[in-house]
């Protein structure tokens, strides 16, 4: 279907700096309107009570009962969705999440992310908010990196979500999270301009830029991403995974005129913001860092092995895709790479074990039970994480553990996953 057919789309011919700049003074007023109506001038109690209910409430009857009426109006699935979209696109965008998970949360954490944090100012926001500080509960265990973040469990739990084959579904996870993601972002616009925001030199927190370079992220860098371990999507995977995204984008406010409708306007806009703003800070080195240390540590035993030690050399691969302002993204975000012969050769090993294996998922000559064994055990050690991030309760959709072959498995551990290992029920937020 040709986007124009059915809503404003994104003229690659209007992406100039200018024009990326304007977006920069560009938020959510609609949401931003809502959520105001809530705090109120100086109703820092209501403010906190929001933010509370929308962080840690999951399913849509939880979020409704503590909304009020004007917010759980606007949270209905036939407003949120929007008209032009098509679920047999949003399927075999889905379809190709659940055939390829494992490595699109590889390539989130090794290129979506990084290439994020490389737009300074965007970046600024993430780091002033706080919400990237370790969650009490695992600062007193050992061999846990120092930056481990709780930002990123919700990253990986948002795109599991959304890309969930029931995500869109009228109360699916994928409408509930992405309608609260834009809910709290403009929470923290409200939150960061209370704390005296810099608009002149920042824009205005999490705005239409900002939010733009998420999705492209999101979406054709995973593309992207995929074809560099050597997995090639055919044009109708391409064209489902996008609509997913077009969706969510419209879902969580940004506007129609701003959302690629195709890999290749998705691209050029992606290059476009990174040249527009690509900068080297201390916060978006120290944020880079954190995804560095979240990859070995979100990873099961089995496969601690595979990244640790080598996990900068992997974000170092996919971020150096494309120069940008004539340099390697890498180098801006000063990513730390070893330089030992036998760390270059472990790196080389891993990346051909990934091609190997995308090349056997493709192909369908790898043998099933072993494409559960690997997913199962990559899945459990996501679960896993949620005993140390209880507040971000990390579950898994069953469509996805249904094709990884770890329904049985997971559902076992969700069923004691509200106790600890003395048998003793963890609070819940």
């Known amino acids: 279907m040709n986007a124009a057919s059915y809503r404003e789309v994104l003229n690659k011919m209007d992406i100039t700096p200018e024009f990326l700049e304007a977006q920069r003074a560009l938020a959510d007023s609609e949401a931003d309107a809502l959520v105001g109506i809530i705090i109120g001038a100086g109703k820092q109690h209501e403010f906190n009570e929001l933010l509370e209910n929308l962080l840690y409430n999951g399913s849509m009857e939880s979020i409704k009962q503590h909304l009020p009426d004007n917010l759980r109006q606007y949270y209905t699935a036939p407003t949120l969705l929007p008209p032009w979209f098509d679920p047999e696109r949003a399927q075999r965008g889905q379809k190709v999440f659940t055939e390829y998970g494992i490595e699109i949360c590889i390539?989130?954490?090794?290129?979506?992310?990084?290439?994020?944090?490389?737009?300074?100012?965007?970046?600024?926001?993430?780091?002033?908010?706080?919400?990237?500080?370790?969650?009490?509960?695992?600062?007193?265990?050992?061999?846990?990196?120092?930056?481990?973040?709780?930002?990123?469990?919700?990253?990986?739990?948002?795109?599991?979500?959304?890309?969930?084959?029931?995500?869109?579904?009228?109360?699916?996870?994928?409408?509930?999270?992405?309608?609260?993601?834009?809910?709290?972002?403009?929470?923290?616009?409200?939150?960061a301009k209370q704390k005296r925001w810099d608009t002149a030199l920042y824009g205005?927190?999490?705005?239409?830029?900002?939010?733009?370079?998420?999705?492209?992220?999101?979406?054709?860098?995973?593309?992207s991403g995929l074809r560099m371990l050597g997995i090639t999507l055919d044009a109708e995977q391409i064209d489902g995974y996008m609509h997913c995204w077009e969706v969510i984008g419209h879902i969580m406010g940004l506007h129609d005129g701003l959302i690629p409708a195709t890999y290749d306007d998705s691209v050029?806009?992606?290059?476009?913001?990174?040249?527009?703003?690509?900068?080297?800070?201390?916060?978006?080195?120290?944020?880079?860092?954190t995804c560095i240390d979240f990859i070995e540590y979100i990873?099961?035993?089995?496969?601690?092995?595979?990244?640790?030690g080598i996990?900068?050399?992997?974000?170092?691969?996919?971020v150096d895709e494309r120069a940008v302002q004539g340099k390697n993204l890498s180098n801006i975000l000063n990513v730390r790479t070893p330089s030992g012969f036998f760390s270059k050769l472990k790196f080389y090993l891993v990346k051909g074990i990934f091609v190997l294996f995308g090349w056997f998922q493709q192909k369908g000559v790898l043998l099933k039970w072993l494409v559960g064994a690997l997913g199962t055990t990559f899945i459990q050690g996501m679960v896993y994480a949620n005993n140390d991030y209880k507040q971000v309760q990390f579950d898994i959709p069953l469509s996805l553990t249904d094709s990884w072959d770890s329904k049985r498995r997971f559902r076992k551990i969700g069923h004691r996953k509200n106790k600890n290992s003395n048998g003793h029920k963890h609070s819940k937020r």
């Open 268 to 289: 050029a806009l992606h290059f476009a913001i990174l040249e527009h703003q690509a900068g080297s800070t201390k916060e978006n080195a120290e944020l880079t860092q």
């Open 107 to 191: 390539i989130l954490l090794c290129k979506s992310l990084p290439e994020c944090y490389a737009c300074w100012r965007g970046a600024h926001v993430l780091y002033e908010t706080k919400r990237l500080d370790m969650p009490g509960a695992i600062k007193t265990q050992k061999n846990v990196p120092p930056r481990l973040t709780k930002r990123v469990m919700e990253t990986l739990q948002f795109v599991l979500n959304v890309m969930a084959e029931d995500g869109f579904a009228s109360e699916g996870k994928g409408i509930v999270t992405a309608g609260k993601i834009r809910l709290i972002h403009a929470a923290i616009r409200c939150y």
């Open 299 to 308: 990873m099961p035993k089995p496969f601690q092995w595979f990244f640790t």
């Open 311 to 318: 996990a900068p050399l992997f974000v170092q691969m996919f």
């Open 204 to 223: 205005e927190p999490i705005n239409q830029e900002d939010m733009a370079i998420t999705l492209t992220t999101f979406s054709s860098s995973i593309v």
